[in-house]
């Protein structure tokens, strides 16, 4: 008997919109996680709520990571994990060709006729082989001012670590997510669950700070939205910066031009090759990173930075004290007044791509504090052989609002929220679902 297939897809239409009807999806605009700093590390980490029955896993929040990855070597319990099988599409869009083969008991991260693919260790360099999975991820939305419901992707492409590779990572965490320019990255993998824009953004702080993925607005207390962002093209590093990599393959990580960097006003001598990213190897140019706890620049331009630095804060009359490690140069708080923007010292700028897009970086993200009458100059060696000349790192980053917008390839930048009366510290967390 043959079937109609106009009866066959009304019938289906009637099915959808019942089942619409009685219970109407919610889609959520945007998605927050919070961000919270480890004062051991100085790294940050979130909490992905994943598996079930569910658990909160936290994890190391690296910007520029490719994807997300947690230790299934150990306590890796859930009735929902599932492995794609090799050469599905599943595998294809987390980029990774092959099969694996498992020879011990069947388990999350150990299964025959899957993928696999490289989680990475950002902080110690390190990566090693995991089987690629599926499971349920929840996570609270936002209306841009509160977290509201909690919604769920029920099929999260995430990969399988090792206890190993936990090395090195705040303790209590079990893996890493990863914010990257990855197809699933995320951000990525955020957007696509519920169709809002390739959009991401960050606010870190000295203790919780928040993410926000999709659209707008961004709300703190009492009531201050973030708007009017400077922006600059986002740059691709052709090259991967990963631990590991195959040739051809382009970093995740997120690279900005800047094009001259200024203290009080004055640049500073730095060889501008070193500012541009080399094409064949994928050596130089200025990254955003929240692995790094401080900016690290290359030697030439960490030494011409801090002496011109040192300089222009003697002019001021602030006295230099001996250095205290792994910071370049220190100074007593004896002359330094204290303003809104943290200790009046002297302004760095960080020209972008137009001599009128400028990140300015006060008191507040340049020194920090290292005894009651010492303060060092935040920024740190990274080597004659650094591999990206300028990483901009989380204290550089606390209480500014950035955004990645990925659609667009554009860069956003608030510049210090204490110029606009609020910290990344005053997200209301208490929800309103
Ligand atoms: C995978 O296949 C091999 C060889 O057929 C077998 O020895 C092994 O136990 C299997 N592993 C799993 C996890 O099923
Ligand atoms: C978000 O929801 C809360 C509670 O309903 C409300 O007070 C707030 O104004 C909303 N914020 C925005 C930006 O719509
Ligand atoms: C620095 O100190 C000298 C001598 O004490 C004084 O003349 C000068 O005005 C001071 N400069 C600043 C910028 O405070
Ligand atoms: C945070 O949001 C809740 C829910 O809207 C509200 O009741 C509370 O007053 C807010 N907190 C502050 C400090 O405004």
Redesign the pocket.
């Given at each position: 008997m043959a079937s109609s297939p106009i009866i066959l897809s009304v019938l289906l239409l009637c099915i959808l919109s019942l089942s619409s009807s009685a219970q109407p999806s919610f889609r959520p605009k945007a998605l927050i996680l919070p961000l919270t700093k480890d004062q051991t590390t100085l790294q940050y980490t979130t909490a992905i709520s994943q598996r079930t029955p569910l658990v909160s896993a936290s994890v190391v929040f690296d910007l520029g990571g490719q994807f997300l990855w947690v230790d299934c070597d150990k306590n890796y319990v859930s009735t929902t994990y599932t492995s794609p099988r090799c050469r599905s599409a599943v595998c294809s869009r987390a980029v990774s060709s092959g099969c694996s083969e498992c020879f011990s008991p069947p388990r999350p991260g150990c299964n025959n006729h899957t993928c696999s693919s490289f989680p990475d260790n950002s902080v110690t360099g390190t990566a090693t082989s995991g089987e690629v999975g599926l499971d349920v991820v929840s996570i609270q939305s936002t209306n841009g001012?509160?977290p509201g419901r909690v919604v769920k992707i029920p099929n999260l492409i995430f990969v399988c670590g090792s206890k190993f590779l936990l090395k090195g990572l705040a303790r209590g965490t079990v893996g890493i997510a990863g914010m990257g320019r990855h197809s699933i990255g995320l951000p990525s993998q955020f957007a696509t669950a519920f169709s809002f824009n390739r959009k991401f953004a960050v606010c870190l702080t000295s203790g919780r700070g928040v993410a926000f993925f999709g659209n707008g607005p961004y709300v703190f207390?009492?009531g201050i939205e973030i708007s009017g962002l400077q922006t600059t093209p986002l740059l691709i590093n052709p090259v991967s910066t990963a631990s590991t990599f195959t040739q051809g393959e382009k970093s995740t990580e997120y690279f900005i031009g800047v094009t001259a960097i200024k203290i009080s006003e004055k640049s500073v001598p730095i060889n501008k090759k070193l500012l541009k990213i080399d094409g064949k190897t994928g050596i130089g140019g200025t990254k955003i990173s929240t692995v790094n706890p401080y900016t690290v620049m290359e030697t030439s331009i960490f030494k011409a930075f801090t002496s011109a630095y040192v300089r222009e804060a003697a002019a001021r009359n602030i006295t230099r004290v001996p250095s205290v490690k792994p910071f370049g140069a220190c100074f007593s708080t004896k002359n330094v007044g204290v303003t809104r923007l943290g200790y009046a010292v002297p302004e760095i700028e960080l020209v972008l791509h137009s001599n009128d897009v400028v990140w300015r970086i006060f008191g507040a993200n340049s020194m920090v504090s290292v005894s009651d009458d010492v303060i060092c100059l935040g920024f740190v060696d990274g080597g004659v052989n650094a591999r990206t000349s300028v990483v901009i790192g989380g204290f550089q980053l606390e209480d500014n609002l950035i955004e990645f917008d990925l659609a667009s390839n554009r860069f956003g930048f608030s510049s210090t929220l204490l110029g606009r009366r609020t910290t990344c510290a005053n997200f209301?967390f208490?929800s309103?679902a």
């Open positions: 001012s509160n207390l009492p209301n208490t309103t």
